[in-house]
């Protein structure tokens, strides 16, 4: 490499030092995750968003509008030289960062580092080090299953709104689950609000979160496999259906669409009007990939929705 992307990598190597540096020295980490048996550590992604002299580094959402934010200097790198050289260069600096500290509370039990890079070819974006650390991924899967057999199963009084955060994201998390398991699943976030319906605020904080971690996995999971998803010039995003896609039996009970439907319709029941498009989008969406309870659902109304098709407890 020439002196130039030698400096541009002691740049990004100092910016992901300086992160791993600031989050060892907290001193709130224990207590962090002992709120909750759910939770076995704090960190589980960040972004390293290379700009030429603006280097930086923080968590998924951070620079979300850096885009407007322009390199002081050229970029030195091609697009080329990103993925084959760069990324593995930066895979083994987090690393060896990760050797020392996976045991600690502030690694969850996945880790991923994601890359913005300015290059000479346009913006690269790219997942550079994803790695699974299987004895917190054992212990986070036993506790799910405790939680769930003693606090919902067995249990008769109302939950903390943290538990139902991190349950309903576990639930849902590809990485923990290959596929989740609708029936249950929907059998969950029902009993969730059973168990709170009694505490008005408080439920509204689950259905909330119950919301947020559906359209999460509708957003990155489920519609993915079936769309080609671009974000417009108004930054939303823009479904094209996958000319391959073809999804079989999915008007029987329990299939992965029936947690979008449930999504949609938890959207518009309780979410304030200005998110409602969001429901009427994943219906519409359901419906394109031949979803019967979906059509029927945007033929009939939000207030007409067959138990059998929503599985939503008319008493809630």
Do not use: C
Request: hydrophobic content about 35%; cysteine-free.
């Amino acid at each position: 490499m020439n002196a130039l992307q030698e400096e541009a990598l002691e740049e990004m190597k100092a910016a992901i030092y300086e992160w791993f540096e600031e989050q060892e020295k907290r001193k709130d980490v224990e207590g962090a995750v002992k709120r909750t048996t759910l939770q076995v550590g704090i960190f589980n992604d960040i972004v390293l968003d290379y700009r030429p002299g603006r280097t930086s580094v923080g968590s998924s959402d951070f620079g979300r509008n850096a885009s407007g934010r322009k390199s002081m200097k050229a970029s030195p790198f091609t697009r080329e030289e990103v993925l084959h050289e760069v990324q593995p260069w930066l895979t083994s600096i987090v690393r060896e960062k990760l050797d020392k500290l996976h045991t600690s509370a502030l690694i969850d039990y996945r880790f991923t580092l994601k890359g913005r890079f300015a290059t000479a070819d346009g913006p690269v974006r790219l997942t550079v080090f994803d790695i699974v650390y299987e004895e917190k991924k054992r212990q986070l899967l036993e506790r799910v299953e405790s939680y769930i057999e003693q606090k919902l199963e067995k249990g008769a009084y109302p939950t903390k709104p943290l538990e139902t955060f991190f349950l309903t994201r576990h639930l849902l998390d590809p990485y923990l689950f290959n596929e989740p398991d609708v029936g249950r699943t929907i059998a969950i976030f029902d009993r969730i609000q059973a168990l709170n319906k009694e505490r008005v605020q408080a439920l509204r904080e689950h259905r909330s979160d119950i919301i947020r971690a559906l359209t999460h996995w509708a957003e990155e999971v489920f519609l993915p496999r079936h769309y080609d998803v671009t974000l417009s010039e108004y930054r939303t995003n823009e479904n094209g259906i996958k000319p391959d896609t073809a999804l079989k039996h999915m008007d029987e009970p329990n299939q992965p669409i029936d947690l979008l439907l449930y999504g949609a319709v938890m959207i518009l029941r309780y979410e304030p009007s200005y998110s409602k498009a969001k429901g009427m989008t994943f219906l519409e969406l359901a419906r394109q990939l031949g979803s019967g309870k979906a059509g029927r659902m945007l033929k009939e109304g939000s207030d007409t929705f067959a138990r059998e098709d929503v599985h939503l407890r008319d008493e809630l």
